[in-house]
């Protein structure tokens, strides 16, 4: 703001004030210093008597990113008082409805205008089109473009990557590639990992790091933060370390990011390593980083230091502790089965808690058999959000796992009466970069009848070395057999029995969930991983589960 200052006083000295080229600079000056200049450009923009196309465009720009409704409203004022608008307005306009994620429908208005082939107003309409998630008018806008730059190609990728469609946004970026005519450029690589890391595609990631080394980008704070996050996506976090251990330069993200890797990972006392030398070095953490330390701890089961990173929070830095660091503490107390002290802690809450604490807490209830807590735990939940598939499954299970099985029936037959559904489970697992779906019973993959068949003889094999299925999660009251054959078709098997019957060689298996793994996949992956001498690494919703020679890096804590 300094330089805004000494601008007004220079025009104010030599009597300018009221001359608009010099407004117009100062205006101008004023975008360069946002956010912090915006109060001072409106002060500025009013004192304008007839404010031109050019000042408007100004004051739209600088609310565009901070204060986007605002932006609107100065382009409302605009054409009500019939100033021109030109090829620079929509751009800004448009970043504003990207960042509220509004379709104005302002594409017949830049086409009457007759700037729909300029390429700045072009690429401004695909980030709307992808924030608002029309990909396919994104993608008719970007095939129209006739001379594509890095932010034509970043804005169709981002687009795609943020709407889910990451094997599309990637073959994008191969098709950008193939053209050799515009260098991807940081925003683009950056939307490029974020595909990688969706897929887990630790291969394709590897090649993208290498990539980015290749094209001249170097690894900035922000590719290499990404690049941390995405090899512990693709459950590599070794790697993770690495890029960490080799940048220069570190942000309080950089760290948050490499502590809940390891936290994921089942390396909590690594999680609180790294948490300790960031205060050491004078980082200073934020509410993330909080977060991330105590899913550390909870995942490792470190209840003591738990505890003393929550206190820390108000005691050492004078912050008062969030909603979701309060539900971090119940998740932590609930995994070591302090059912009761997580049930007294929730209680005591400051802020009235929501349901996803309450149903961290039914959880737990459920993975410790607590089933007179857990309907507690229930009805409170009911008083919040009485629809969610989760919580029914949750206690249904517990139910089952009690061999309760009228109260089970009732509550499945409670959610049939509601149309209450259970997620389907998949898996995905990328074999020779290619990425392959299993739906749990599902039949649709071209090999399906061999995997099938090759799953049945593994669970024969797997039955002589000790394996039993855990029939008591089965969500259903049949004869034992059929609850066998239930649970032998989840997705995570079938997505390993292929990858076992795919590699030959001795190369880690690694499968990404939908769902949190349930007990009979983890136990069956304990037997795979020992029995065929293969490191198999799943990703479900919770974490990362590591196994290898008949164990699991989750210590039980999952």
Same mark, same amino acid.
């Given at each position: 703001m300094n330089n805004v200052y000494k601008l007004h006083c220079f025009i104010i000295k030599t009597g300018k004030q009221n001359d608009l080229l010099y407004l117009r600079s100062l205006l101008l000056s004023c975008a360069a210093a946002a956010p912090k200049s915006v109060s001072y450009a409106r002060s500025i923009f009013s004192r304008i008597p007839s404010p031109d196309t050019f000042s408007y465009n100004t004051i739209i720009r600088i609310h565009a990113h901070f204060f986007p409704s605002h932006s609107l409203s100065y382009f409302s004022t605009m054409r009500c008082h019939g100033v021109p608008l030109d090829n620079f307005t929509f751009p800004f306009v448009l970043k504003a409805c990207a960042r509220l994620q509004i379709d104005l429908h302002l594409h017949s208005l830049i086409v009457k205008h007759g700037f729909d082939s300029d390429i700045f107003?072009?690429?401004?309409?695909?980030?709307?089109?992808?924030?608002?998630?029309?990909?396919?008018?994104?993608?008719?806008?970007? +095939?129209?473009?006739?001379?594509?730059?890095?932010?034509?190609?970043?804005?169709?990728?981002?687009?795609?990557?943020?709407?889910?469609?990451?094997?599309?946004?990637?073959?994008?970026?191969?098709?950008?590639?193939?053209?050799?005519?515009v260098v991807p450029d940081e925003v683009t690589m950056l939307s490029v990992i974020s595909a990688v890391s969706h897929l887990g595609a630790l291969e394709l990631g590897r090649w993208v790091r290498m990539y980015i080394g290749r094209i001249g980008l170097g690894i900035s704070v922000a590719l290499g933060t990404a690049l941390i996050d995405m090899f512990s996506r693709c459950g590599s976090i070794d790697e993770s370390v690495r890029v960490f251990e080799g940048m220069a330069v570190r942000n309080v993200l950089t760290w948050t990011v490499l502590i809940n890797g390891l936290a994921v990972h089942g390396r909590s006392r690594e999680a609180l390593a790294v948490f300790h030398s960031m205060r050491n070095s004078s980082v200073q953490p934020d509410y993330v980083t909080f977060s991330s330390v105590l899913v550390a701890c909870s995942h490792g089961g470190l209840v003591k230091e738990g505890r003393h990173v929550f206190e820390s929070i108000r005691k050492d830095y004078q912050m008062d502790p969030l909603l979701e660091h309060y539900g971090c503490m119940v998740d932590l107390l609930g995994r070591a089965g302090l059912l009761?002290?997580?049930?007294?802690?929730?209680?005591?809450?400051?802020?009235?808690?929501?349901?996803?604490?309450?149903?961290?807490?039914?959880?737990?209830?459920?993975?410790?058999?607590?089933?007179?807590?857990?309907?507690?735990?229930?009805?409170?939940?009911?008083?919040?959000?009485?629809?969610?598939?989760? +919580?029914?499954?949750?206690?249904?299970?517990?139910?089952?796992?009690?061999?309760?099985?009228?109260?089970?029936?009732?509550?499945?037959?409670?959610?049939?009466?509601?149309?209450?559904?259970?997620?389907?489970?998949?898996?995905?697992?990328?074999? +020779?970069?290619?990425?392959h779906e299993f739906v749990s019973g599902d039949s649709s993959h071209p090999q399906s009848e061999e995997i099938m068949k090759f799953l049945s003889s593994i669970i024969g094999e797997l039955r002589n070395g000790g394996y039993t299925p855990h029939t008591e999660y089965v969500l259903h009251d049949i004869d034992e057999e059929e609850k066998?054959?239930?649970?032998?078709?989840?997705?995570?098997?079938?997505?390993?029995?292929?990858?076992?019957?795919?590699?030959?060689?001795?190369?880690?298996?690694?499968?990404?969930?939908?769902?949190?793994?349930?007990?009979?996949?983890?136990?069956?992956?304990?037997?795979?991983?020992?029995?065929?001498?293969?490191k198999i690494i799943i990703r479900d919703r919770n974490r990362f589960h590591h196994f290898d020679k008949g164990s699991c890096s989750c210590h039980g804590y999952w």
């Open positions: 107003v072009q690429n401004a309409l695909m980030s709307v089109y992808g924030c608002c998630g029309s990909v396919e008018l994104a993608l008719k806008v970007f +095939d129209e473009i006739s001379e594509r730059d890095s932010v034509s190609w970043s804005a169709i990728i981002a687009s795609f990557v943020n709407n889910g469609y990451a094997s599309e946004a990637l073959a994008l970026f191969k098709q950008m590639q193939l053209e050799n005519k009761s002290e997580a049930y007294e802690f929730v209680e005591r809450i400051p802020v009235k808690p929501n349901s996803i604490i309450w149903r961290t807490l039914l959880g737990a209830c459920a993975n410790h058999n607590n089933l007179d807590l857990a309907a507690k735990v229930k009805g409170k939940i009911c008083e919040l959000d009485s629809s969610h598939d989760g +919580d029914f499954v949750l206690l249904s299970n517990a139910y089952g796992a009690a061999g309760r099985w009228a109260e089970k029936a009732s509550v499945r037959s409670w959610m049939r009466g509601k149309r209450i559904m259970k997620e389907p489970g998949y898996s995905l697992i990328n074999v +020779d970069q290619v990425t066998e054959h239930f649970l032998s078709y989840h997705s995570e098997k079938l997505a390993v029995a292929f990858a076992l019957l795919s590699l030959k060689d001795k190369r880690t298996i690694r499968i990404m969930k939908n769902l949190r793994i349930c007990h009979d996949c983890h136990s069956f992956m304990k037997y795979i991983s020992d029995k065929y001498e293969r």
